[in-house]
């Protein structure tokens, strides 16, 4: 069954189209992942399926049920995390979770709260005080207030935006935990390992529409490459002049797209021979979502 749906969603500002048309559904039980760069619409799509922004045209369905607004029955069965979420700095840990039952009217036992504390690994600060945490604790504190009225479905945007990769890992392994409770998580994100770590199908967007979506492994297929090569040159430029196909990548390295790994090798070591160029650091890897990503809109994710 179907947890969201929605249908050609538009949310302009003058002649920005943040938000474009978009179309696509969620199933009960599963993690999407919705995909694309600062500035790609993401933000302003979830807000306004969570009802914290007006759409301007479009349909939004819970669970098959049509909704023109947010109300009270929907609000009850989904949970928010956003980007930042504003605590009081001297209310401690289970205080703070114990604050945000009472706004939805829910008398938390003290078992319940404790449990949320638990699920979030945040034991051993239960009575520090906010303004005391770590980012990466700020991060699953939030995802806690946002579980306090268990919800069936749970937003999380940008949950690890800001934290080094062990808190990153932290994080994730809590949402997968969340997964094997039966939640469904619709996720935004920038970070193509987070999706690829715990999306059962990915969404990217990029100018306000939805420009593919499926399986990761639907995705890479699509773009029809077996390999990809990279490398370091001391003369770039005139390598992307002479061979087709190859692009820059992060941290001035050169990409190439491959069906044939062997004679593109040999390729690319006579090529760089005749122009009398030196390559180095060459890695041959599998594609992923970033390559996908590149090969559709022609830059970087982080670009």
Known sequence: MNAIMVKNLKKYYGS???VDG???????GEIVALLGPNGAGKTTTVEIIEGLRK???????YFGRKVDQIDKDVKSQIGVQLQKTAFFEHLTVYETIELFAGLYNIQAKKN???NLINLV???????????NLSGGQLQRLALAVALVNDPKILFLDEPTTGLDPQARRHVWEIIEQLKQKGKTIFLTTHYME????LADRVFIMDHGKIIASGTVQELVKSIGMDSYIEFSADNSQVLLKEIVNLRTADHDKLILPVSDVEESIHMLLNKAKQLEINIDNIVIRRPNLEDVFLNLTGHSLRD
Do not use: H, N, P, W
């Open 121 to 131: 690994a945040l034991q051993e600060k239960t009575k520090s005080r906010v303004k």
């Open 112 to 114: 319940d709260i404790e």
């Open 194 to 197: 987070e999706a690829e770590k």
């Open 55 to 61: 759409k301007d045209e479009g349909e939004i369905y």
């Open 16 to 18: 920005t189209k943040a």
């Open 22 to 28: 978009v179309s696509f559904e969620v199933f009960e």
